[in-house]
């Protein structure tokens, strides 16, 4: 899959499971997606970020930058990447993932930080959840 010339001009940097082809074009890393994939399963399956480090080692999986090790910090990004929803991963999990993070944050000062880019992230893509059912919505329904 690849995104279209606006989607890819507006994509910014590419991060871990997609490349740009020779056009500019923004496209999709299949080995790459896999591993995300794996990685936000085993968190929707409540594994911790160092149970899917221990994962990913067990399989040479190596990291984004080429370690064999993924860091806690690279995991708790990629996991918190928006960009994912571009084709990798569905909007659902992304938002089930989200809250999962959300629910194990023991900072509250996090957890307002988290709830000001859920805001900004809904403004940015025009997809929300509603506090009040938990239903996911488009802001254009």
């Known amino acids: 899959m690849k995104l279209s010339l606006i989607e890819s001009r507006l994509f910014g940097r590419i991060c871990y ?6 056009y ?3 496209e999709i890393v299949p080995e790459q997606a ?3 994939k794996t990685i936000f399963r085993m968190y929707r399956e409540e ?6 480090q221990k994962y990913l080692l067990s399989r040479s999986i190596f990291s984004p930058s080429g370690k064999v090790k993924w860091s806690r910090d690279v995991l708790n990004k990629l996991l918190n990447n928006g960009k994912y929803t571009r084709g990798i991963i569905d909007f659902e999990e992304y938002c089930e993932v989200y809250f999962l993070k959300e629910g194990n944050c023991r900072n509250p000062n996090k957890a307002s930080v988290k709830k000001t880019y859920a805001e900004s992230n809904e403004r940015r893509t025009g997809m929300g959840i509603r506090s009040d059912t938990g239903e996911i919505f488009r802001a254009c329904e």
């Open 47 to 52: 594994n911790s970020l160092e149970d899917i």
């Open 24 to 26: 500019g074009f923004v």
């Open 17 to 22: 499971g997609f490349k740009r082809d020779k």
């Open 34 to 36: 896999e591993v995300v």
